[in-house]
C-alpha cells in the first residue's frame, strides 16, 4: 500500500498485469466497479500537491488516504489531501499502517483522533494496513489485531477494512478465518480474473491489482483499486447517496 515498503515478496508477483497499469489501465471484471487509488506522502513528488479534480475528471471515485502509521508518524499530506479531496467529489479512505510491536491500543487512538471520524459525507470506512508481524507469533498478532480493531470500532462507529495481501495472510496470520466480518481489502497483482482471497472470506471488497498505475494528477507510480459490486452499493457504503453510484 505505502509504495516503498512492499516486501520483496509481493513485488515478486507483480506479473503481466503491473505491465498493463504502467499504461494506466486496470483488469476488468464482472464484479469491478468504482476505481481510485491509494496515496501517502510517497505520492507528492518534490513536495507537489495531487490534483484531485484531475484524479475525479479521469473516472476515480475513491482514494485511500494514508493517515497514521504506528505511535508517532502522521502523513504531514492527509489534511490537505481530504479537504482537496472532498472539494473534487472523490470518496475518502484512510489507513493506519500497523506496527504490531507497539501496543494497539494508542494507535488505534493516533488514527482515530489524526482522521477526526469517518461518518461524515464521503467517508469509507477505516481501514487497517496490516503487512508486517512486527516479530509477533500468528497467536499474539490475531489477539493484537483484534484489539485494535475493536479500538478503532469503538473510537470511530463504524467496522473497519482490513487490507492485507495472501501470503502474508496464511503465514503471519495463520490463514485465520476469525476476521471474516470485516470488509477485505485485498492486494493481488498476479493479473488474475479475480484475487486470491485467504482467511475463508466470502469474497473481497476492494482489490489493490497493481502498485505501479498511472493516474492524472498523481506524480509517480500509484496503487490502484477495485471496489466489488456484489458489497452492495458504492454510493450508500461511501456515505456518498446524494452523489448516486455512478
Known amino acids: 500500500m505505502d509504495t516503498k515498503r512492499w516486501s520483496s515478496t509481493v513485488r515478486r508477483s507483480c506479473t503481466a498485469l503491473s505491465l498493463v497499469a504502467l499504461a494506466g489501465f486496470v483488469p476488468v471484471t464482472a464484479q469491478a466497479g468504482p476505481s481510485g487509488p491509494d496515496v501517502s506522502s510517497w505520492q507528492h513528488v518534490d513536495g507537489r500537491m495531487i490534483d484531485w479534480h484531475a484524479v475525479r475528471a479521469a473516472g476515480h471515485q475513491f482514494a485511500m488516504v494514508k493517515a497514521t502509521e504506528g505511535l508517532h508518524y502522521v502523513n504531514p499530506y492527509f489534511v490537505p489531501d481530504s479537504l482537496l479531496m472532498r472539494t473534487a467529489g472523490v470518496a475518502r479512505g484512510t489507513y493506519h499502517f500497523a506496527r504490531p510491536e507497539l501496543p494497539p491500543e494508542p494507535q488505534a487512538a493516533l488514527y482515530a483522533a489524526t482522521v477526526l471520524g469517518q461518518n461524515g459525507p464521503l467517508d469509507l470506512p477505516p481501514v ?3 503487512e508486517t508481524s512486527g516479530g509477533l507469533p500468528p497467536d499474539a498478532l ?43 481489502w485485498i492486494a493481488d497483482y498476479r493479473g488474475e480474473a479475480e484475487p486470491e482471497v485467504p482467511g475463508n472470506w466470502p469474497t473481497w471488497t476492494f482489490w489493490q491489482t497493481t502498485d505501479r498505475g498511472s493516474i492524472p494528477g498523481i506524480g509517480g507510480a500509484t496503487d490502484l483499486n477495485l471496489y466489488n459490486t456484489t458489497q452492495g452499493d458504492f454510493a450508500r457504503f461511501a456515505n456518498m447517496p446524494s452523489f448516486g453510484s455512478s
Do not use: C, E, H
Open 128 to 130: 487497517l494496513d496490516l
Open 142 to 184: 490475531i489477539d493484537w489485531t483484534q484489539r485494535y480493531l475493536n479500538t478503532v470500532q469503538a473510537l470511530t462507529g463504524r467496522a473497519p477494512i482490513i487490507y492485507t495481501y495472501p501470503n502474508f495472510w496464511k503465514t503471519a496470520m495463520a490463514d485465520t478465518s476469525l476476521f471474516t466480518r470485516y470488509p477485505l
